[in-house]
């Protein structure tokens, strides 16, 4: 007697591992043969129905309550050293950090159930980034970055250009070494709002997690089943609550907002292995970066890598369509937020002498930025080492160049990791470098590392918090196999 078809109450399918289950009551019981029943009971044409129609299933290794328990062992460890080490406002974070990522290991070790995850990452990033910004936003004076965003954007409202000019220049914290974009986060202040409803460093949180939430959601296999929105959620709530980011939005810097869209530009360019990307996408991911560039220099190191990545992977048309995108978008960003810099020499000349000779040393008053990296270090020398210092930056950024050129990045991937290569080199050697900066590099290997996925070899289909995609394939696959059993029945019938 044929096996009987489920009905439509007993259609289901349950994830056990690595096989796929044909009734989901009879999960794991034996069935009439020995073993126990799964979906290869029904005999070969289901099984190579479902094989042929269902895909994949996309895993993404480091969101495992293994690896995340891990990672947080070690941003424990960081805190509980630079607790001990540190003093001011990164040993603030430091201690309620420190908390943070043991009460999220704690439940991680008790609790190991799916949304109890996603519920101990998200204790991580409230006591280890909202608690410490809120706390040293009220008990703390405004760092002295947050004063010269604030006073870029009242010198916009009143004069059209948020920099000083030369003959205005009275020390080192005259200058406003970031870009016009740079000034959005100090026009709330400039418009008179007070408390954390003006302060900058507010501002510069929520531009870093929208964008970023953004990178990994565009990142995403299916960016419509609950697997994916859990997986999106808590990537970006493991990616704000790490060190790298939220020491960082804590103690209020100007880098994670260009790292995030950065990482947008990034998650636009992906496609599928062997698809180029649409028109749509590539001009996003110009966009993206144009106003990631338009914050702060350090972004502008990822144009020529991403340029080369899609003229290797998508052709030369592609890559021009990227570049343009990007420059119509900054110098579009640079007559709303500095006009007069277009229309003005002397405004011309305040941007460069802010936005390029000061980061690099080239002013009068230089920055008292300390760190003992090697480029500054050579600095610390006298003129002689300074020159050097800029000599190794500019040979750094020749060898990226080359490399590019010999063998060009065809992925994100492979991009990615080689503007992170690059970020570090220059980082190291630049003369007035803090160890701050190495967010970047850090923040691009940790992306590549939460979107990066494995595919399991037999899919795992239904059950709950599964993608929508493949319980459609599931479901395809059953009336593949319904079609090829009566199939079979019909020659047996006829062979009687």
């Not at 096996?3 to 056990?16: A, G, I």
Request: glycine share 10%; proline share 7%.
């Amino acid at each position: 007697m044929p096996p009987r078809l489920p009905t439509k109450k007993q259609f289901s399918f349950w994830s056990t591992g690595d096989q796929l289950t044909r009734y989901t009551n009879d999960t794991g019981r034996p069935g009439p043969g020995g073993g126990t029943r799964t979906l290869t009971s029904a005999g070969p044409a289901v099984a190579e129905a479902a094989a042929a129609h269902a895909p994949a299933h996309p895993v993404r290794p480091w969101l495992d309550r293994r690896r995340i328990m891990a990672a947080y062992t070690v941003f424990a460890g960081y805190a509980v050293i630079d607790a001990v080490f540190s003093a001011g406002e990164d040993q603030v974070w430091a201690i309620w950090a420190a908390c943070g990522y043991a009460v999220t290991l704690l439940m991680l070790w008790r609790w190991p159930g799916l949304r109890v995850r996603t519920a101990a990452v998200l204790v991580s990033v409230a006591l280890a980034v909202v608690a410490p910004l809120l706390w040293l936003s009220v008990a703390y004076p405004l760092e002295d970055g947050m004063h010269v965003i604030e006073r870029s954007a009242a010198l916009l409202l009143h004069h059209g250009t948020p920099y000083l000019a030369g003959t205005q220049i009275t020390s080192w914290l005259s200058y406003n070494p970031y870009l016009p974009v740079m000034t959005l986060f100090g026009l709330p202040a400039a418009a008179g709002l007070g408390g954390l409803a003006g302060n900058a460093g507010v501002w510069l949180a929520l531009g870093t997690v929208v964008p970023l939430a953004a990178a990994f959601w565009i990142a995403a296999p299916h960016r419509h089943c609950p697997d994916c929105r859990r997986d999106t959620l808590l990537a970006t709530a493991i990616a704000v609550a790490s060190p790298v980011i939220g020491l960082n939005l804590a103690v209020i810097t100007t880098d994670p907002p260009v790292l995030a869209l950065m990482l947008l530009s990034l998650a636009l360019a992906v496609t599928p292995q062997g698809m180029k990307a649409t028109a749509a996408r590539t001009v996003a991911s110009g966009a993206a970066l144009g106003v990631a560039c338009d914050l702060k220099s350090t972004a502008w190191l990822a144009v020529p890598v991403m340029a080369v990545m899609f003229a290797a992977r998508d052709g030369a048309r592609a890559m021009w369509r990227f570049l343009a995108a990007l420059v119509v978008t900054v110098l579009a960003l640079i007559a709303l937020l500095a006009p007069a810099a277009l229309v003005r020499p002397g405004a011309a000349a305040a941007l460069v002498q802010n936005t390029v000779l000061f980061p690099l040393g080239l002013t009068h008053d230089k920055t008292p930025a300390e760190s003992l990296l090697p480029g500054h270090l050579l600095t610390a020398m006298g003129t002689a080492g300074h020159v050097a210092s800029v000599g190794l930056l500019l040979a750094a950024g020749l060898a990226v160049a080359i490399s590019l050129v010999i063998r060009p990045p065809r992925d994100v991937p492979s991009a990615t990791w080689r503007l992170a290569a690059g970020l570090a080199l220059m980082f190291l050697l630049g003369p007035d470098v803090r160890f701050g900066y190495f967010i970047y590099p850090l923040g691009l290997i940790g992306w590549l590392a939460l979107t990066r996925q494995a595919t399991s070899p037999v899919p795992q289909l239904g059950g709950k918090g599964e993608c929508e995609d493949a319980r459609d394939s599931g479901r395809a696959s059953w009336r593949a196999g319904g079609t090829a059993r009566r199939g079979a029945r019909g020659a047996a019938t006829r062979t009687r």
